[in-house]
């Protein structure tokens, strides 16, 4: 599998601050697809986010933005003017097609935010 | 009610024992995957299925087996339990498939499965 790789195992910062979470991947392919997903303390996980290799745009939605380098295969994560509620594990993962299926994902960063 | 459901939400064995979880989905999406979830490890993925006939490994599926019985259900069974199966695991569907649509993957909510 090719690896995707969290190294931020935990984050902790203080409401409203800006954080960032780092996602780089490996990847041999010139096709493949970049996922974010959340996992908050309830436990169910939630999508977030998907990139396609073709689209270096970057992505902002409300106070999340996602910045995406081929040049340094790197997919981070930024929340701005961080809530409590973003207290959370995210899950940085990709996907490559070729006949095989299903998500690698990263081992995750647990994000805590506090008031 | 949820669209992808497990059943049981936890539960705890004994090693030797035959386990299995079951997942059914209301969403009618023919790609149903399994994944196991494990403290400081991400998820990993077990097994997945592009339809009732097509079933596949994935990256760790050394000591269990999977069943897909309909398009709407997704069993997967640990033939002979053992304590570092003890995790937490996801059922999860996709349709069209991780590069269509939206590319969402929609997860259970979760089997906490305990082996003593």
């Known amino acids: 599998a090719q690896k995707v790789t969290q190294a931020q195992t935990e984050i902790s910062v203080v409401e409203k601050e800006d954080v960032t979470l780092d996602c780089v991947y490996e990847?041999?392919?010139?096709?493949?697809?970049l996922f974010w997903y959340k996992q908050p303390p309830s436990g169910e996980l939630v999508f977030l986010i998907r990139r396609n290799s073709f689209d270096e745009q970057n992505e902002i939605s409300g106070r999340y933005s996602w910045n995406f380098q081929k040049s340094t295969s790197s997919f981070n994560f930024t929340i701005t003017a961080s809530q409590v509620v973003d207290s959370a594990v995210y899950f940085c993962a990709n996907y490559f097609g070729g006949g095989a299926d299903g998500l690698t994902f990263g081992k995750g960063t647990h994000l805590i935010i506090q008031p | 009610d949820a669209d992808v459901t497990q059943t049981p939400r936890n539960r705890i064995t004994k090693t030797g024992k035959r386990i299995m979880l079951e997942c059914s989905q209301t969403?009618?999406?023919?790609?149903m995957y399994w994944y196991r979830q494990d403290p400081g490890l991400g998820l990993r993925l077990i097994y997945y299925?592009?339809?009732?006939?097509?079933?596949n490994k994935g990256e760790i599926s050394d000591g269990y087996s999977v069943s897909r019985q309909a398009q709407a259900k997704f069993s997967l069974s640990l033939e002979s339990a053992i304590p570092n199966q003890t995790a937490l695991y996801f059922c999860?569907?996709?349709?069209?498939?991780?590069?269509?649509?939206?590319?969402?993957?929609?997860f259970g909510e979760g089997s906490r499965l305990t082996v003593l």
């Open positions: 299925s592009f339809d009732v006939k097509d079933i």
């Open positions: 999860a569907t996709s349709d069209p498939g991780l590069a269509g649509g939206t590319g969402e993957l929609f």
């Open positions: 990847t041999r392919d010139t096709t493949y697809y």
């Open positions: 969403k009618g999406h023919d790609r």
